[in-house]
């Protein structure tokens, strides 16, 4: 499994307050520097908690409110669907997917609206991060 990926079950049961989620396609050159990114740093508390947040212009972020989930050749609403979004949410990120994510964008980050106030796309050793916006979630209101 990948490094913070996250089975539907559980993503509901913790994540049940993610009404609105800032997303990211996302590609990693390998599982090494996908877990060297977030890997997170203790010790310093004016440091950023891993390489991700710093890029984000944050030194912290909720790992409990942030998932990434591997987009495998069935596309996006499948992976979207396999983390429990509801149906509902689902056209909008995969409307934000088909405009800007490339081929090699192979994965979806997903963190908490109100962990990132100035989310951007970045490159950290070779991962590429591109900000697709943020969208309903979790919640089902309309």
């Known amino acids: 499994a990948r490094y913070h990926s ?26 090494e520097v996908q877990e060297e990114i977030f890997r997170e740093q203790h010790g310093d508390d004016e440091a950023a908690m891993n390489s991700f947040a710093a890029s984000q212009g944050e030194s912290f972020y909720d790992h409990d409110f942030f998932y990434i989930e591997e987009v495998k050749s069935e596309g996006i609403d499948h992976a979207l669907k396999e983390c429990g979004v509801p149906e509902i949410n689902i056209p909008n990120i995969t409307i934000a997917w088909g405009a800007n994510a490339e081929d090699q964008h192979t994965s979806i980050v997903v963190g908490d609206s109100g962990d990132f106030d100035s989310p951007v796309s970045c490159v950290i050793s070779g991962a590429e991060f591109k900000y697709l916006g943020c969208f309903q979630h979790w919640s089902k209101k309309v």
Do not use: G, K, Y
């Open 6 to 31: 996250v089975r539907p079950i559980t993503l509901q049961v913790i994540m049940a307050d993610l009404d609105h989620a800032h997303i990211w396609a996302a590609f990693f050159p390998s599982e």
